[in-house]
């Protein structure tokens, strides 16, 4: 089964219209979050914000889908600006690695005055235009694997990350290397790809760095109208555009991935490009798949007090008053429908509430039901090892909060059954 595009849909949809259908109220100012009041259970998913009910694709894509995605853009990360006019490339290096089984290639993309992206891909040799697994990496792409000719990155590196004194260094090669099975994937056809997400912003409050560049804790994040995660998903795009120019890359089945904070920045990103044939979601947990109330596990006062350049000042307002928001995590989850999605958690990873990601993955569900695709019937949460749903899907492992091989093992035997 391959992922359903967005864009086709949308424009079917739009040339098989009769009449017109009403103006939604998408277009109207923003209530400030104090001014919200508080709502008694989760908003309703498919309700219009004039209060009527959505009940066909039309209706979702045309109305109520663009209101969800400015609400989510609004209230929790900031917009993006718009893709640059180039995105250039230049080729580090291109080599099949010593036991003849891949291609690596480094490449640095130039997104914009002073920033780039360093990606790392390995793609399966004798496979043509293979499709491919994208995704953040936390210290450096030679942190991902024990291969030594993949260069140290250049951006600012926390020594809680393993840098030194800002910088990358070789003690960290390989440090992270079992949370990357590119020995998994490359075996079963697929080509993977990533680059330090420090590439595109420190993982900071202060900086002089970045796309977001330069701020401090004192600032406010509305000052730059975007949060570091949704920056960070606009530097997944960008690598995007580059695979899709890739001839070994099939550019049409790309997934994004992530775990943790960069597992929130896969679903922003797959949420607002659907290019993106599918998206997995690992243990991302508040400010990601897991629902904002009740408040579990990390919440958004927490989450804000620590990280809080990571939104908008408006998602800051929630602290304590999570019952205020006039939206919750399934709506961003349910802006990738009709595509499909897997979020994925850990039994013991209570900071992560897998609950909390459960439900809202079941709350989200109802938007690909108006594309008469999958289905996510579940009596309650599932058994430890059980896959509930197809579009979306839900999956809970014994274990905490990490990346196994177990996890790359389920996540290529999802996305074979419905990205390739």
Same mark, same amino acid.
């Given at each position: 089964?391959?992922?359903?595009?967005?864009?086709?849909?949308?424009?079917?949809?739009?040339?098989?219209?009769?009449?017109?259908?009403?103006?939604?109220?998408?277009?109207?100012?923003?209530?400030?979050?104090?001014?919200?009041?508080?709502?008694?259970?989760?908003?309703?998913?498919?309700?219009?914000?004039?209060?009527?009910?959505?009940?066909?694709?039309?209706?979702?894509?045309?109305?109520?889908? &663009?209101?969800?995605?400015?609400?989510?853009?609004?209230?929790?990360?900031?917009?993006?600006?718009?893709?640059?006019?180039?995105?250039?490339? /230049?080729?580090?290096?291109?080599?099949?690695?010593?036991?003849?089984?891949?291609?690596?290639?480094?490449?640095?993309?130039?997104?914009?005055?002073? /920033?780039?992206?360093?990606?790392? =891909?390995?793609?399966?040799?004798?496979?043509?235009?293979?499709?491919?697994?994208?995704? #953040?990496?936390?210290?450096?792409?030679?942190?991902?694997?024990?291969?030594?000719?993949?260069?140290?990155?250049? %951006?600012?590196?926390? *020594?809680?990350?393993?840098?030194?004194?800002?910088?990358?260094?070789?003690?960290? !090669?390989?440090?992270?290397?079992?949370?990357?099975?590119?020995?998994?994937?490359?075996?079963?056809?697929?080509?993977?790809?990533? +680059?330090?997400?420090?590439?595109? *912003? &420190? *993982?900071?409050?202060?900086?002089?760095?970045? =796309?977001?560049?330069?701020?401090?804790?004192? #600032?406010?994040?509305?000052?730059?109208?975007?949060?570091?995660?949704? $920056?960070?998903?606009?530097?997944?795009? !960008? $690598? @995007?555009?580059? #695979? =899709?120019?890739?001839?070994? =890359?099939?550019?049409?089945? /790309?997934?994004?991935?992530?775990?943790?904070?960069?597992?929130?920045?896969?679903?922003?990103?797959?949420?607002?490009?659907?290019?993106?044939?599918?998206?997995?979601?690992?243990?991302?947990?508040?400010?990601?798949?897991?629902?904002?109330?009740?408040? !579990?596990?990390?919440?958004?006062?927490?989450?804000?007090?620590?990280?809080?350049?990571?939104?908008?000042?408006? +998602?800051? %307002?929630?602290?304590?008053?999570?019952?205020?928001?006039?939206?919750?995590?399934?709506?961003?989850?349910?802006?990738?429908?009709?595509?499909?999605?897997?979020?994925?958690?850990?039994?013991?990873?209570?900071?992560?509430?897998?609950?909390?990601?459960?439900?809202?993955?079941? $709350?989200?569900?109802?938007?690909?039901?108006? +594309?008469?695709?999958?289905?996510?019937?579940?009596?309650?949460?599932?058994?430890?090892?059980?896959?509930?749903?197809? @579009?979306?899907?839900?999956?809970?492992?014994?274990?905490?909060?990490?990346?196994?091989?177990?996890?790359?093992?389920?996540?290529?035997?999802?996305?074979?059954? @419905?990205?390739?």
């Amino acid at each position: 089964m391959r992922a359903l595009s967005l864009g086709a849909l949308s424009l079917a949809v739009a040339c098989s219209a009769s009449p017109e259908l009403p103006l939604s109220a998408e277009q109207a100012p923003f209530p400030h979050p104090m001014d919200l009041p508080p709502n008694e259970g989760l908003p309703a998913l498919l309700t219009l914000s004039t209060g009527e009910a959505v009940h066909t694709q039309r209706e979702w894509l045309n109305l109520r889908r &663009p209101e969800i995605a400015r609400a989510v853009e609004h209230y929790v990360y900031g917009a993006a600006p718009e893709p640059p006019a180039e995105v250039r490339a /230049v080729r580090m290096e291109e080599c099949m690695t010593e036991d003849g089984k891949a291609w690596r290639e480094q490449v640095r993309l130039h997104v914009t005055e002073g /920033v780039a992206i360093d990606l790392l =891909i390995y793609s399966p040799v004798g496979v043509k235009s293979a499709p491919c697994f994208l995704g #953040l990496n936390f210290c450096g792409n030679h942190a991902t694997t024990q291969d030594p000719k993949v260069m140290l990155t250049e %951006s600012w590196m926390a *020594d809680s990350r393993g840098g030194r004194d800002g910088a990358a260094n070789d003690d960290q !090669r390989g440090m992270k290397a079992e949370r990357w099975d590119y020995s998994q994937a490359l075996s079963k056809g697929w080509a993977v790809a990533t +680059f330090y997400h420090g590439d595109i *912003d &420190p *993982d900071t409050w202060v900086t002089e760095d970045g =796309i977001r560049a330069p701020r401090s804790k004192s #600032l406010s994040t509305s000052e730059h109208s975007w949060g570091t995660i949704r $920056a960070w998903a606009w530097g997944l795009s !960008r $690598a @995007l555009d580059h #695979l =899709i120019e890739n001839p070994r =890359i099939d550019g049409d089945r /790309v997934v994004v991935h992530g775990h943790s904070r960069n597992g929130k920045t896969a679903l922003v990103a797959g949420a607002y490009d659907e290019r993106f044939a599918g998206v997995i979601s690992n243990h991302s947990g508040c400010g990601g798949a897991a629902l904002s109330r009740p408040a !579990r596990g990390e919440t958004v006062e927490r989450i804000v007090t620590t990280l809080g350049y990571w939104f908008t000042d408006a +998602f800051w %307002s929630f602290a304590d008053r999570e019952e205020h928001l006039p939206l919750d995590q399934h709506f961003l989850l349910a802006l990738i429908a009709p595509r499909p999605l897997l979020v994925c958690s850990a039994i013991e990873d209570d900071w992560a509430d897998p609950l909390g990601e459960f439900e809202a993955t079941r $709350a989200a569900a109802p938007a690909w039901a108006l +594309f008469g695709v999958g289905g996510f019937e579940s009596a309650g949460f599932p058994m430890t090892g059980e896959l509930v749903g197809t @579009l979306p899907a839900y999956h809970v492992r014994e274990g905490d909060h990490s990346v196994l091989s177990e996890d790359w093992t389920l996540w290529l035997s999802w996305a074979d059954r @419905l990205v390739r």
